[in-house]
């Protein structure tokens, strides 16, 4: 009989990859913090991932493709 598995062990064996780099999550922290500050004119946080993530694109840093939504 086949042993079984639990579900940790095989979340840790299936997707191990980071989803967003590191420099895209810093990107996005510094949108965050000029947010606060109102640098930019930003009006929510949503827009401020937006931004964070297009910059982040144009450095080349990865980050998943835009959804067709």
Do not use: W
Request: no cysteine; net charge positive; aromatic share 2%.
């Amino acid at each position: 009989m086949a042993q079984k598995r639990s579900t940790s062990s095989r979340r840790k064996k299936r997707g191990t990859s980071r989803r967003y780099s590191k420099g895209a999550s810093d990107e996005v922290r510094t949108e965050m913090h000029h947010l606060k500050q109102r640098k930019h004119g930003l009006k929510s946080r949503k827009q401020a991932i937006a931004v964070g993530l297009s910059k982040a694109r144009k450095k080349g840093k990865k980050v998943p493709r835009k959804s067709s939504r």
